[in-house]
């Protein structure tokens, strides 16, 4: 275990080297000058600003070689590399202008914990109790009633579900029960604190549903289909052979040996889990890592993207890693070493 541990460890960070080198090749390809655009910003009337200027000229070439743009593209990789490795990111150029880039996503990350965190609860709390009550009778009139709901909801497109929910529940439409966008109560301090939470969850309730729905069809469905191949082998006749009771069967047996098709999920949840919906937080003005990757992209932020893409690409490998070793513990028969 130990030797493949390492080893696993090593080919994460190859991986993760490839990674990051072919994220900052395509942002160095995208089209347009990005010291043009962090210097005189995206609005049309800055862009006729002319940068031929001597003092023009001089910023943008001190700009172009702060970010290393005027070196070729590997140069330029090992230098950001280089300072990575010792844990400077860079700050950032256009989002938020000479603060550290580490600390503009720590400020960003809280939120969309907690929205996605919400969003997983709800989403696995019903999907793999219909997955396994479906299971026990395929084909039945449950099976077949959550099949048609549940593909009709991932059917439906997040921005239009998002738009619909917040024209009819939010303040202004037909049942203004929810509020429109934010994230925070302006409930003070003084005030219980059951009002407080109960005002702040009240943001949450629609970004959390909008996030969760599309997930239901997967997880069900996976969750369904490992059931059913479980039940269908030996040892559960055998089980139930010896009177366990159906509970038993299900729960202790069947479902334990069904987890390994969700431990396979596991690995897209964590890099999710921090990653942010870029819809949802548009939508409902959610100042979280999804609306910030959009910034900083759309504002050419360098720094700041490639320590989004670090951020994401170890959480990536992370999951698929903690993935790995969650095998061993659902089916203690997997050997990693093989």
């Known amino acids: 275990m130990f030797f ?3 080893k696993r460890l090593i080919l994460a960070g190859l991986t993760l080297l490839v990674i990051l080198f072919v994220s900052y090749l395509l942002l160095r390809l995208a089209p347009g000058d990005p010291t043009r655009s962090t210097l005189l910003g995206s609005d049309a009337a800055s862009t006729q600003i002319s940068a031929d200027t001597a003092a023009g000229g001089r910023l943008n070439h001190a700009m ?3 970010l290393h743009l005027d070196q070729p593209v590997y140069v330029g990789f090992c230098y950001w590399l280089t300072s990575a490795a010792q844990g400077d990111f860079g700050t950032s150029v256009t989002v938020d202008p000479g603060k550290p880039t580490v600390q503009i996503i720590l400020e ?6 907690k929205l996605n965190l919400w969003a997983i609860l709800f989403t696995y709390s019903l999907a793999i109790p219909i997955g396994i009550i479906a299971a026990g009778k395929p084909n039945g009139g449950f099976d077949r009633t959550t099949t048609f709901i549940i593909f009709l909801l991932y059917s439906l497109p997040v ?6 929910v917040q024209s009819l529940l939010c303040k202004g439409g037909y049942w203004p029960v929810f509020p429109v966008k934010g994230i925070e109560s302006t409930l003070i301090a003084q005030q219980e604190w059951w009002r407080i939470f109960g005002a702040n969850a009240m943001y949450y309730v629609l970004p959390v549903i909008c996030l969760a729905y599309g997930g239901f069809a997967g997880i069900s469905r996976y969750t369904r289909a490992g059931m059913i191949e479980v039940l269908g082998q030996d040892f559960i006749r055998t089980a139930r052979a010896k009177g366990v009771s159906n509970t038993g069967v299900i729960f202790y047996h069947a479902f334990r040996n069904a987890l390994i098709t969700l431990i396979t999920l ?13 819809i949802v937080e548009q939508i409902f003005n959610i100042p979280g890592m ?26 990536t490998l992370a999951g698929i890693f903690i993935s790995d070793m969650l095998y061993t513990v659902a089916d203690p028969r997997i050997k990693l070493n093989r």
């Not at 960003?108 to 914990?113: D, F, G």
């Not at 999804?290 to 959480?315: N, V």
């Open 108 to 113: 960003r990350l809280p939120v969309t914990l």
């Open 64 to 66: 172009r070689q702060k």
């Open 4 to 6: 493949y541990v390492i």
């Open 159 to 164: 921005i239009w579900v998002a738009l619909v």
């Open 266 to 278: 596991f690995a897209g949840i964590l890099p999710g889990l921090v990653a942010g919906s870029i």
């Open 290 to 315: 999804g609306s910030l990757s959009i910034m900083a992209l759309s504002s050419r932020d360098y720094p700041l993207q490639m320590a989004l893409f670090a951020f994401a690409g170890t959480l």
